[in-house]
């Protein structure tokens, strides 16, 4: 179990992280969420005691300020992005860290290395990894001893969309197997895909501590629905859903509907029920 | 504290000191002028009253004095303030190792690179002098690499402290060249200058000249060279006068001070600061 009390950060005049507390259960992924300069990476930081903070971070019972080291054993971390060892093939940068992180010698990786799809890079100079594919590789060191806690900063802010949704499924699989999460994102889409809470951070507070479905409604988001609809149907769809109270106008191809936190399958029913038949949707 | 960690370290330092162009490059420069003083030296053998390992040690002096410390400040001002600066110190520091462990590997692995370039140019040189059969006053210029190891470590240990207080990699460099430009050009001048300025006497003059680590390491080599300090002027006379034998062992524990001092002050900063 993780537990932060009281957490602060002050870099100079600067709050970072302003009496930040939360507790993550065994098992719970957790995002921090919030805007660029909120307090995320500086929150992480602090959990893996890099930087001198007040307050206290205890992981599994163990202070990260006293015992930093035994803390530091029971996580994986995974950085923004892999900055380092250029010239150190695969191979060579997993031994490094693996030795670092006392795994004992002669231990096979290489189910760590099908599953993450980094066999075929193995003597590959890190140089020429892609950015998916150093990602997976700073997970995969992060898995090395088989820590229970895995603390990911912006893991997938330097990747493509595909190379995105790749590295969210094995994140995914990972809590599946029973890892305790921390990561900070400022993407609502890989928030709600992961996290069982969510901590929405603003100016180093905590605004929100909720549950992903739970967001919209605490925070009082209304979300724009684009509903594409036949010609001949675009007006009957108006009539119908100004009937509902909802805020709606002509877009082009459709309609364009305001809808609170909740009711974006409402509308969709609505139209069903009036008989008009509904071409596509997006949402904004 | 865990040895393990520091050895894994120091194992990675030395790996990296291997690929680092300028350590190469200084390493070359060293070797090739250590060579070619040898080699000059050699021709002009016994007409000077020194000859073989003698008559190079005393040119290497001021080779030493030049290319060491710039080697030993350069490679400890990029060691902290480069990797904080890229990122990897972080990383490395999210690992179950802890700050002393990190600066410790660190520094030893550097610090044996070094000890291995110079290792690598006395010894070629030697091999030279050897060849050449010039195999007189050996302790000399073995004792002159000892001397000259323990100015790059001290070196070293300075870039170290400049490299924990900065936070760019080119930031550190700089300040690191311009301590070198005060300690090699302006460390004799300027304290002739203060001498005449404050009229200082003999003992204070010399107490100002230990101050300075390369002038520690003159002081030195120039004892074992000659087993006197004559040619230092009255400042030379007085210390050997005042210390006798005593005088090499007070050089070697101040040299190693200037190396102990300037790498706990890097630790307490680093530790006080993190890694930002």
Known sequence: MIE????????????????????????????????????????????????PFEGSITLNGIDVKKQGKAARRLTGFVPQELTFHDDMSVAETLTFYARLKKVPTGTDFSDLLARLSLMPHID?????????????????????????????????????????????????????????????????????ALADRVLLLEAGKLVVDTPPNELEQRL???????????????????????????????????????????EKSKVLRVLYDAGIEVEDFTME | M?????????????RDARKNRWFL?????????????????????????????GRTSASLINLILLIVPLMGLTLGA?????????????????????????????????????????ALGFGLTAL????????????????????ACLLAVASLSIGFLISATVKRGATAVGLALFLWLILVFFGDLGLMGTALVLELSVDQLFALALMNPLQLFKIAAILDLRNNLEILGPVGIYAFRTYGTQLLPLLISLLLIWIITPFALATFLFKKRGIL
């Open chain 1, 220 to 262: 009082g988001w209304h979300t724009t629905l684009h509903v594409y609809l036949p010609e001949q149907s675009i007006n009957p769809a108006l009539k119908s859903l100004t009937t509902y109270g909802w805020s709606v106008n002509k877009n082009g191809r459709g309609v364009r509907v305001q809808v609170k936190p909740g």
């Open chain 1, 4 to 51: 932060v009390q009281h957490l602060t950060k002050h870099f100079g005049r600067l709050t970072a992280v302003d009496d930040l507390s939360f507790t993550v259960q065994p098992g719970e992924a957790v995002a921090l969420w919030g805007a660029n300069g909120a307090g995320k990476t500086t929150a992480v930081r602090c959990l893996l005691n890099l930087i």
């Open chain 2, 128 to 147: 030279l002098i050897a060849i050449n059969g010039g195999g007189a006053q050996i302790s000399i210029y073995l004792t002159l690499l000892l001397l």
């Open chain 2, 78 to 118: 990029l060691s902290l303030a480069g990797e904080r600066e890229q990122g990897s110190l972080l990383y490395l520091l999210a690992q179950p190792i802890n700050q002393l462990e990190l600066l410790l590997g660190k520094f030893i692995g550097l610090a044996l690179a070094l000890i291995a370039a110079l």
């Open chain 2, 25 to 53: 490059l200084y390493a070359i420069a060293f070797t090739g002028l250590s060579l070619a003083l040898a080699w000059v030296s050699l021709s002009g053998a016994g007409n000077y009253g020194l000859a073989g390992f």
């Open chain 2, 2 to 14: 865990d040895i393990g960690n520091i050895l894994i370290l120091a194992q990675k330092e030395l």
């Open chain 1, 124 to 192: 590959k100079p890190i140089r020429d990894l892609s950015g998916g594919l150093k990602q997976r590789l700073a997970l995969a060191l992060a898995l090395l001893a088989d820590p229970p806690i895995l603390i990911l900063d912006e893991p997938s802010a330097n990747l493509d969309i595909r190379a995105r949704e790749d590295f969210l499924f094995l994140l995914h699989n990972l809590k599946q197997a029973g890892k305790t999460m921390v990561f900070s994102s400022h993407r609502l889409e890989e928030v709600t």
